[in-house]
């Protein structure tokens, strides 16, 4: 007899999903036992629910297909929430299978009763109890569709333990995910017309856009137009580097948003939407589209945008072509570490075909400019915001990808939050190159103070933004994970230690001491 764990990871393989991040708990046990009897699955132990939930994200954001997670109840649920919430806003496929207990036992509202059903809900996905072993593989079936529906999302299966270790699971063959929408033929030609009018346009593009087709699709527009072609904030996944066009991000702040935007007339948005601040300031606009300018969509998170956008392009650039970056020689630079120099060190030493797990907030303001002749790469930064997310998603890009070096940046702030992953990056032996940027600050938090205008803090408040007492020494840290380390004060010890660091099979971490921004 088959039981419902086995028969919903039968299920999960066979729709494509081959890895299992997991922290779990006693009414998840009979899902562990089953890995034993589907070796094809592969389990990832992880130390804290967020590392698993980021993981997860990682994972997709490379492979394109999603990974399972395996979370213990309500409270497992709520601390992997965060990198929950940066997945649900990268729009990426993940399975989120959360254990509950078993049905007769929900009455007696033990010590770890919750409500999963409103957590879940909190993602904006799909979300669903399992309620029969005959029921599981279709159930599981559907998730996997749900995950990769356009655009993609969180999926959440709700797995009570009876029912997990109960005979009479039944497995379920692949359903197919729901294709996106085509682009809306009357709105391309529309939109070219704008671009036609000579008018000041800015063309942002988001998503599925910010791989190469889509981006060469956006600067043949922009080189025939004379448009200005952005990508969005905080991209899922964004591909740059020699041979790719070299387009710039939107500025995080507010004020360098609307500087880029100053004088637009038309705002054309694919894969994403009108640009807004990240947090509301006294008496400073929430939206940051210009005072007259027209927003227009050529396509919206549901709809093929790399499609959209190439029939953009050959109505207004048909017989133009990209303009690609070229490869770019940076020098290496000497002496003490600082904001603007750590950056260059990366720049010259990146190797090919890397994967950049950002992380490195206010350190990493430079890193764009520095690294656009770079060999190609990927750069996958914090979509929704939620600090912590740079190591874990390093581990699950480490595991989609691990013939590709994975380089994490990472703040010190907020590699505090996951700082477990390094004990998974170890035990996985994964590739993954981490330059801790330690700044000793919540840097990020001193520049709030003053853009908020609370001014810049007496003794109390600098004491809430300060991580310099004591000083966290993450290479010892990371030596007690089981990953090697070193400390580089210098450019040249960072080059050093960064040429090893990749050169070498497995993880290790670069403590790379700089002064803070502010």
């Not at 904006?124 to 599981?136: P, Q």
């Not at 791989?211 to 964004?238: K, M, N, S």
């Not at 770019?328 to 904001?339: F, M, S």
């Not at 990927?378 to 929704?384: H, R």
């Amino acid at each position: 007899m088959t039981t419902g764990a086995q028969a919903l990871i039968f299920t999960l393989l066979d729709a494509g999903v081959e890895v299992c991040f997991a922290n779990p708990g006693t009414s998840e046990m009979h899902f562990v036992a089953a890995l034993d009897d589907v070796p094809e699955m592969r389990g990832v132990l992880c130390l804290f629910e967020g590392v698993v939930t980021g993981a997860a994200d990682g994972y997709a954001r490379i492979a394109g297909t999603p990974a399972a997670t395996l979370l213990h109840l309500g409270p497992g649920m709520g601390n992997g929430l965060a990198n929950l919430h940066n997945a649900r806003r990268a729009h990426v496929p993940l399975v989120n299978v959360v254990g509950d207990h078993a049905t007769y036992h929900k009455q007696y509202d033990a010590p770890l009763e919750s409500d999963i059903e409103a957590l879940a809900q909190w993602t904006h996905g799909w979300v669903r109890r399992i309620g029969s072993g005959a029921s599981i593989g279709a159930d599981a079936a559907d998730a996997v569709a749900a995950a990769q529906a356009t655009p993609a999302q969180v999926a959440t299966l709700i797995l009570p333990a009876d029912i997990s270790w109960s005979d009479g699971g039944e497995p379920a063959g692949p359903v197919d995910p729901a294709p996106p929408a085509s682009p809306d033929a009357s709105a391309v030609a529309a939109i070219a017309e704008v671009f036609r009018n000579g008018e000041r346009a800015v063309l942002l593009i988001g998503g599925a856009a910010n791989g190469e087709a889509g981006q060469r699709a956006a600067d043949r527009i922009a080189a025939a137009t004379g448009a200005t072609a952005l990508v969005e904030t905080f991209p899922a996944r964004h591909t740059r580097g020699a041979g790719v066009p070299a387009l710039d991000r939107l500025g995080y702040l507010a004020e360098a948003a609307m500087a880029q935007l100053e004088g637009v007339e038309h705002l054309i948005v694919a894969g994403t939407g009108a640009p807004v601040s990240f947090f509301a300031y006294p008496g400073k606009a929430s939206s940051l589209v210009p005072d007259g300018a027209h927003v227009h969509t050529l396509a919206g998170p549901d709809t093929d945008v790399v499609a959209a956008l190439e029939q953009l392009a050959e109505l207004v650039a048909p017989d133009v072509e990209p303009r690609l970056a070229q490869p770019t020689a940076v020098e290496l630079p000497t002496g003490d570490l600082t904001v603007q120099n750590w950056v260059q060190v990366v720049a010259a030493l990146l190797p090919e075909n890397a994967i950049v797990s950002d992380e490195s907030n206010t350190s990493g303001v430079m890193l764009p400019a520095a690294t656009a002749g770079s060999p190609r790469h990927d750069v996958l930064t914090l979509t929704g915001g939620a600090i912590g997310q740079g190591l874990p998603v390093s581990v699950g890009a480490a595991i989609a990808a691990p013939d590709r070096p994975v380089i994490a940046l990472q703040a010190d702030g907020s590699a505090a939050y996951t700082i477990s992953a390094l004990w998974t990056m170890a035990r996985e032996n994964l590739n993954v190159t981490v330059v801790l940027i330690n700044n000793h600050a919540y840097a990020i938090l001193r520049l709030e103070l003053m853009r908020t205008g609370a001014g810049t803090g007496g003794p109390k408040a600098q004491q809430l933004l300060d991580l310099a007492n004591p000083d966290m020494d993450f290479a010892k840290v990371a030596d007690g994970f089981g990953v090697p380390s070193s400390v580089a004060t210098t450019c040249e010890e960072l080059a050093e230690q960064f040429s090893v660091a990749v050169a070498e099979p497995g993880p290790h971490l670069i403590d790379a001491r700089i002064p803070p921004l502010l």
